[in-house]
Nanobody, 123 residues
Framework: QVQLVESGGGSVQAGGSLTLSCAAS????????IAWFRQAPGNEREAVAR????????FYADSVKGRFTILRENAKKTVSLQMSSLKPEDTATYYC????????????????WGQGTQVTVSS
């Protein structure tokens, strides 16, 4: 029962905040890491945040560090991405993904993906 489902996307003004959620099946939620990626048209899909299942350790891309927070809600088996101080360059389709490798970061490391949710930040 492999499943990842994103929600929470929408349109916000620059400087605003938005929280994305990724609901995961049990086996996926308890795997090595769950990460959030984003991809804008014409750009590569890039990882923005990662959280490890066994200890909650996090890692962030420099572009979002200090503005985004990734967290796990164990009871609900969700991984959220709290975004603040949003910029137009944050506009992208956001995906959650799961990997067994504890230090997974590259797209090819991840085996399971959600369908994506749109985030648009207007200036």
């Amino acid at each position: 029962q492999v499943q990842l489902v994103e929600s929470g996307g929408g349109s916000v003004q620059a400087g605003g905040s938005l929280t994305l959620s990724c609901a995961a099946s049990t086996n996926v939620y308890n795997s090595g890491v769950i990460a959030w990626f984003r991809q804008a048209p014409g750009n590569e899909r890039e990882a923005v945040a990662r959280i490890r299942a066994n200890d909650g350790a996090t890692f962030y891309a420099d572009s979002v560090k200090g503005r985004f927070t990734i967290l796990r809600e164990n009871a609900k088996k969700t991984v959220s991405l709290q975004m603040s101080s949003l910029k137009p360059e944050d506009t992208a389709t956001y995906y959650c993904a799961s990997a067994t490798l504890a230090y997974a970061w590259s797209r090819r490391d991840f085996n399971y993906w959600g369908q994506g949710t749109q985030v648009t930040v207007s200036s």
